[in-house]
């Protein structure tokens, strides 16, 4: 249980400091940088082998980088814009919502009501949120929902880690285009490389390591229900690291959000998934 909060912890505080380094570098240099120390530390480590691989291996691989680089280009984009804490807020509907349709009790319904009751709330005080700054969460939390369903069926094609470093290396590559085009501002500033390299650690690695390794020993329903705290642990972090205070109205939807995630995850007995075959 513990590896799992050591793992939320470490995501959100490499996120906290990604935000403070956003007036060196944009948030594309950092979730590049992120990526890439992702990718390299994953390559030494498990080294894939490519041997024997089908093309549907490979398709549902690259498919599977190709949202994780969306889904943590989306969310970075966010949080440079609004409240971190509110910004995981929002991503988080995405697997809420995988786990609502997963479930086939109306009564489940309930729990869709209360996440739009927390999501209702954050519109009342619009001070410190930024229409693209929602918008890039929704980005994030469909990318997510994504990312859940293609993480299963890479995981059913690659044994262990390779499908994820493979997903990692596909991620960084992809980004690099744009990386040159658009942005790139801070990769000559070896304090943006050391701290992009710090957060690849404490949002990447780390935490994949710690759920892998969770999940041998726990129960996937009690692992959701421990991820349910992803969204307050993101405010946390906020508040200590960044200065982000919220408003006890935000912080009741913050409230909502967990309550619905966890009221989810216990009303559904497993999962379903289609496989993406």
């Known amino acids: 249980m513990w590896l799992v909060v050591v793992g939320i912890a470490s995501v959100q505080v490499g996120a906290a400091i990604a935000k ?5 570098a944009d948030p594309l240099t950092l979730v590049w940088l992120r990526l890439a120390t992702s990718a390299v530390v994953l390559g030494a480590v498990v080294r894939p082998s490519p041997a024997g691989r089908t ?21 970075y984009e966010s949080f440079a814009r609004i409240p971190l804490g509110i910004a995981v807020t929002i991503e988080f509907l995405g697997p809420l919502g995988l786990a609502v349709v997963g479930s086939r009790r109306p009564r489940d319904l309930v729990w869709v009501a209360l996440a739009a009751i927390g999501v209702g709330l954050l519109g009342i005080e619009r001070g410190d949120l930024d229409v693209a700054g929602v918008a890039f969460a929704l980005l994030a939390a469909a990318a997510w ?64 390591s710690c759920e892998i390794t969770a999940l041998r020993t726990i129960r996937p329903s009690v692992f959701g229900i421990l991820m349910s705290i992803e969204p307050a642990a993101a405010a946390l972090a906020g508040m200590v690291i960044v200065g982000e205070v919220l408003s006890p109205v935000q912080w009741l939807a913050i409230a909502c959000v967990i309550a619905a995630s966890v009221g989810a995850t216990r009303s559904e007995s497993r999962l379903s998934t289609p496989v993406l075959d």
């Open 20 to 24: 403070t380094v956003f007036d060196d």
């Open 55 to 75: 093309r549907d291996d490979w398709r549902v691989a690259i498919a599977f980088g190709v949202v994780l680089g969306i889904m943590n280009w989306a969310i």
């Open 145 to 208: 929902s994504a990312y859940i369903l293609l993480s299963a069926s890479t995981g059913r094609r690659w044994p262990g880690l390779d499908g994820l470093t493979v997903a990692s290396v596909v991620a960084t590559v992809m980004m690099a285009p744009f990386l040159a085009a658009f942005s790139g501002g801070g990769l000559e500033d070896p304090h943006v490389v050391v701290l992009g390299a710090l957060v690849g650690l404490l949002s990447s690695v780390i935490p994949y």
